[in-house]
């Protein structure tokens, strides 16, 4: 710490002060990790109501107002996630990406190449472009 005001200052003080600064930059930091894990933590919750609305809107038989108010309520959600900086997941050309995707199960599929995503069983998430959730996926596995 060389600027003006510290000049004057003893060495052994000068010393004190640095590391008060390096104390509190260390707190700073650990503030941050535990406000973001905290985050993590409500969108996950999101993204788990989420999911149970995308398995009752999968499986519904007709197209009554209830299915209609369920996808405006998750629509309602995936904005809120959006703005706190949460997309899902895209895969290029349907294939499974590397570290982004948890293997659920595999299929045969005739003319399809090995690893393209047959079905997503649980969507990705993204938060600031690093990985909040993994895709549970199915692929395609034709090896004998």
Do not use: H
């Not at 060495?11 to 640095?18: F, I, L, N, P, Q």
């Not at 109501?49 to 038989?61: A, G, P, Q, S, Y």
């Not at 904005?79 to 050309?93: A, C, H, N, S, Y």
């Not at 299929?107 to 190449?113: F, N, Q, T």
């Amino acid at each position: 710490m060389n600027d003006g005001k510290f000049s004057n200052m003893p060495e052994w003080k000068r010393s004190k002060v640095d590391a008060r600064e390096a104390s509190l930059e260390m707190k700073l930091q650990q503030s941050l990790k535990d406000e973001i894990n905290s985050k993590k933590a409500v969108f996950l919750e999101i993204l788990e109501i989420i999911d149970d609305i995308e398995r009752i809107t999968v499986n519904k038989e007709n197209n009554t107002e209830s299915w209609k108010y369920l996808d405006i309520i998750k629509k309602k959600a995936l904005k809120i996630l959006e703005k706190q900086g949460i997309v899902p997941m895209i895969f290029e050309d349907n294939k499974a990406k590397f570290g982004w995707c948890e293997v659920v199960g595999t299929e045969k599929l005739v003319g399809a190449d090995n690893e393209t995503i047959i079905r997503e069983v649980k969507k990705g998430y993204l938060l600031n472009d690093k990985i909040l959730r993994l895709a549970n996926v199915i692929i395609v596995n034709n090896k004998e």
